[in-house]
């Protein structure tokens, strides 16, 4: 069956059910950006024009809204607890159903158990149970309800599952094999799927795939408007909690010298004593009227957390300028509460690094908090500087639909792998594997095959400095790491292209592999697939990198991905 584009969602609030805080907040959201959702769906048609696009069965069965996994967000909705959960699975539903998608949507384990297709009230399927879904998006709560009741049937269906988690999962966490080997020891990982199936909430992991969410996208008319009607000197402080105000006495007094500070923290009957007096707090507001708040600010304020949410997105959508402090050293699972127990290892150098990297000046500042002249510098121009309204193209309606669009028409990690593809020849340059005819041809071959998208012509390959991971050696070629091109370099052939002096090559588990070790002129090889990972360095190794290019504003997509 063909799937048609809908631009009318009253069918999916329906879906949507219910009764709890956090599903009436997501139905609001789907509901005010039905108009944006619709004009995007067009968009994306026409410059689709007319491919034949599939329609998938999809189950959405979000896990921690469940009483079972504890539902711990639900009652937290009006009282400032995180919403940036909400935001991405309103807008998950959104995109599966606008790009006409068959949808089902369970919050509770009864739910979900009858969509399986259980006997109700007993433990998991029979063996047989076919699983009526050729997709399951779920988070990792969901992933052990579905283990719980799909039985045996989880281990041969688990390749339509896609995990949506914020913060990522890197390879090494979740091989159980490798991770309980090598102390990667975390709460969540170990559940031995494609990385790829791992779905977050910013771009930040190429070994995982990058999901996302959106803001609303103004309009030149309102953009105007917005910028002709900002306050001069009004500024927002990020954050819902009042916990995040302690102990920033010193640089709320700097503020204050330059800029009216206005906030949104959550209170019951008194102002939070975390709040000093001269700060306009207003309390939660509701979404639209915080946005509303956006548009007349100049400036939005990042205190350190939340880490990575929605909020800067929306105040530089709505010509705010972010300021945020650079965290030195960067924050990790290995020395931060927050990420403790989390399945990454990456470092984060400032509360919001896509902000930093991916948008940057004029729009997002990222400065040391501990050294005042440096801070009240940036806000003596910050105050004095005008900014446009600025929404990256991935985080507009039309972006998020043209993503997963790619993804539902493109991933497959059911099917058996593909051949192994023969070793490219002939280097442009040393370091760089240029394509060539021999990889072109069987790219197109292979064009049904699993690890043939994104197509092959895009891989370039590098050989990494000495502890430079290869996230990081692709950035600094403007190139994106691209795990499912491991293939391609795990070979002696590919080491032999790139004109590594090979003194003995050896095929191991290890993350960091296919590398280089230069003092023995070792060539390690990867063993196992799974553990293919963009993530990871070591002085002791020269890893062999797979990057690939991609789409300005739209960095999950190759230029030839669509
Ligand atoms: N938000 C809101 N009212 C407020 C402040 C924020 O509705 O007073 C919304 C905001 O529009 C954003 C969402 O809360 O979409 C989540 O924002 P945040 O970046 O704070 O992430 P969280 O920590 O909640 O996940």
């Known amino acids: 069956v063909q799937a048609v584009f809908r631009s009318n969602l009253s069918h999916l609030l329906e879906l949507m059910g219910s009764g709890k805080e956090s599903l009436i907040f997501m139905k609001k959201r789907t509901k005010r950006l039905t108009a944006q959702w619709a004009l995007a769906a067009q968009r994306l048609a026409q410059k689709l024009g007319g491919a034949r696009r599939d329609q998938k069965q999809v189950l959405v069965h979000i896990g921690f809204l469940t009483e079972e996994s504890g539902d711990v967000f639900s009652p937290r909705v009006l009282k400032g607890g995180p919403l940036g959960e909400m935001v991405q699975w309103a807008d998950i539903l959104a995109a599966l159903y606008v790009l006409g998608h068959g949808l089902r949507v369970t919050v509770s384990l009864k739910e979900l158990q009858s969509n399986l297709g259980a006997p109700p009230g007993r433990g998991s399927c029979p063996l047989a149970t076919p699983l009526p879904f050729d997709l399951v998006y779920t988070d990792y709560h969901g992933l052990q309800h579905m283990k719980r009741y799909m039985g045996l049937s989880f281990r041969k269906y688990r390749c339509r599952i896609r995990v949506i ?35 977050t909430m910013f771009p930040h992991t190429p070994d995982n795939s990058f999901m996302g969410f959106v803001s609303e996208e103004l309009n030149e008319t309102e953009k105007q408007l917005i910028k002709g009607g900002k306050a001069s000197n009004m500024a927002v402080v ?20 330059y800029l009216e500070i206005h906030g949104t923290v959550y209170y019951e009957s008194q102002r939070p004593p975390e709040v000093p007096a001269f700060v306009k707090n207003h309390g939660l507001l509701p979404q639209p009227e915080f946005q509303q708040l956006l548009r007349k ?5 990042g205190f350190g957390f939340p880490y990575e949410g929605p909020a800067p997105l929306e105040a530089i959508a709505n010509g705010c300028v972010f300021l945020q402090s650079r965290f030195s050293p960067p924050h990790s699972s290995l020395n931060h509460e927050f990420f403790r127990g989390k399945p990454t290892s990456r470092e984060v150098f400032s509360q919001h690094p896509y902000a930093e990297s991916f948008i940057g000046k004029p729009h997002v500042w990222t400065v040391d908090y501990n050294n005042s002249e440096e801070l009240e510098a940036a806000i003596k121009t910050i105050v004095r500087t005008q900014v446009d309204p600025y929404l990256p193209y991935e985080y507009t309606c039309e972006g998020m639909l043209e993503r997963v669009h790619a993804y539902i028409q493109h991933q497959d990690f059911c099917a058996a792998p593909g051949p ?32 043939a998208w994104p197509p092959a012509h895009s891989l370039r390959a590098w050989l990494a400095a000495a502890g430079r991971a290869c996230t990081d050696a692709c950035l600094d070629h403007g190139l994106i790491c691209e795990p499912s091109f491991f293939p391609f ?70 230029q030839d991905c669509l």
Not at 297 to 301: M, R, T
Not at 420 to 446: Q, V
Not at 535 to 558: E, H, I, N, T, W
């Open 165 to 199: 988690d914020t913060f990522g999962t890197e390879p090494a966490y979740n091989h159980e094999e490798y991770a309980t080997l090598h102390g990667y020891r975390t709460n969540w990982g170990y559940w031995n799927l494609n990385p790829k199936q791992f779905m």
């Open 238 to 257: 990020y954050g819902k909690e009042a916990s995040i105000w302690k102990g920033k006495e010193k640089f709320l007094s700097i503020l204050n010298k």
């Open 420 to 451: 192994a593809p023969p070793g490219a020849r002939a280097p442009e340059s040393p370091f760089i594997l240029a394509p060539n005819a021999t990889h072109l041809k069987w790219a197109r071959n292979a064009s049904l095959a699993p690890g």
């Open 297 to 301: 600010a100049k400036l939005f304020i």
């Open 489 to 558: 370099l795990n070979s002696q052939d590919a080491f032999q292209t790139l004109q590594v002096p090979c003194d003995s090559t050896e095929s191991e588990m290890n993350h960091l592999y296919p590398a280089f070790a230069q003092p023995g002129q070792e060539c390690f090889l990867q063993k196992e697939p799974l553990l293919f990972s963009c993530a990871g360095s070591s002085s002791k190794y020269r890893r062999l990198c797979p990057c690939r290019d991609f789409r300005k504003g739209q960095v999950a997509l190759c």
